[in-house]
Nanobody, 117 residues
Framework: QVHLVESGGGLVQAGGSMRLSCAAS????????MGWYRQAPGKQREMVAI???????TYADSVKGRFTISRDNANNKGYLQINSLKPEDPAVYYC???????????WGQGTQVTVSS
């Protein structure tokens, strides 16, 4: 059974930094694509960043230059480094892992990011 657990969210001041983590189990993580998505109240879930198994990355325009996605295949973990937090960044951030073998994507339960002014 695939299990994804996000951590690292919380309350940070505007302009601050934080790192989100995603721990994966039950999946061949090293050959899976991994992404971070976010959903703010009243809005649709949106892609924030994606990293392929080949370590190619894609970012939403709104986070380019501020967010960095990375992965540690040896420990089945993914990360999202968030810098220069802006008032538009608060949301529930979700980890997604897409299995190429199963052609299925899996979601974590999400972690809340809140920005104080």
């Amino acid at each position: 059974q695939v299990h994804l657990v996000e951590s690292g969210g919380g309350l940070v001041q505007a302009g601050g930094s934080m790192r989100l983590s995603c721990a994966a189990s039950g999946i061949s993580f090293s050959i899976a694509a991994m992404g971070w998505y976010r959903q703010a109240p009243g809005k649709q879930r949106e892609m924030v960043a994606i990293i392929t198994s080949g370590v190619s990355t894609t970012y939403a325009d709104s986070v380019k230059g501020r967010f960095t996605i990375s992965r540690d295949n040896a420990n089945n973990k993914g990360y999202l480094q968030i810098n220069s937090l802006k008032p538009e960044d608060p949301a529930v951030y979700y980890c997604n892992v897409y299995s190429l073998i199963r052609s299925l994507g899996y979601w974590g339960q999400g972690t809340q990011v809140t920005v104080s002014s």
